[in-house]
């Protein structure tokens, strides 16, 4: 229980490090020091650098809420909450761990282990954007003609956080703005319904 706590300390540490600072400029030490344990603590509850940033994709998946919101989505029935669901779980990765996923970004152009991290959050959104992908096409709700493929591809592109933020940065939308705005395209583009007011409905 202890080294659990001391693990989700040093990460937490880290990740405000990394957002503060930069990947690159934030040594071992100072996460020891700002995590308050022994730089060989560090090591040998998380391991080098790259293990550290590796290892904050998964810490982000549980700050953002993931154990609530896929149960909600795998229990969803109709096809348009289904994409309100899927898009609630990409809004709350950027509005709850945003400020993590820009640096990683920014990070992965200059330096390796941070494109791996980058990359494995890629992977993970891509087989969650499949899983929706598969269950609205079980449905028999989607568009006429549309296939898994197309609508992974739909789902994928137009939820990935960078899609988000872009919408924050240049549009100066906020998260619920980039959210209505997600569902009501990805409702029409899937189902072929026209805007959907359904997020309204969420919890």
């Not at 096809?79 to 990070?107: H, K, N, Q, T, W």
Request: charge should be negative; glycine fraction near 6%.
């Amino acid at each position: 229980m202890q080294a659990a706590q001391t693990r989700r300390d040093i990460l937490m540490a880290a990740r405000k490090l990394f957002v503060e600072h930069g990947y690159a400029s934030t040594s071992m030490q100072q996460i020891a020091d700002e995590a308050g344990v022994a730089l060989q603590t560090v090591y040998s509850s998380v391991g080098p650098k790259a293990s550290i940033i590796l290892a904050l994709v998964d810490l982000i998946d549980d700050e953002a809420g993931l154990e609530e919101l896929i149960p909600a989505f795998m229990a969803e029935t109709d096809p348009r909450r289904m994409i309100a669901r899927g898009v609630r779980i990409s809004y709350s990765f950027v509005e709850r761990c945003g400020d993590y996923i820009a640096a990683l970004i920014s990070a992965a152009a200059v330096d390796k282990d941070a494109a791996a991290a980058l990359n494995e959050s890629l992977t993970r959104h891509q087989f969650g954007a499949l899983q929706i992908a598969r269950k609205l096409v079980a449905s028999g709700a989607v568009r006429p003609g549309l296939t898994v493929e197309d609508v992974h591809a739909a789902f994928a592109l137009n939820t990935w956080a960078t899609t988000q933020m872009h919408a924050r940065d240049a549009l100066g939308w906020d998260g619920p703005r980039w959210e209505r705005w997600c569902v009501r395209f990805l409702t029409d583009a899937i189902l072929g319904e026209g805007p959907s007011a359904v997020i309204e409905e969420l919890p």
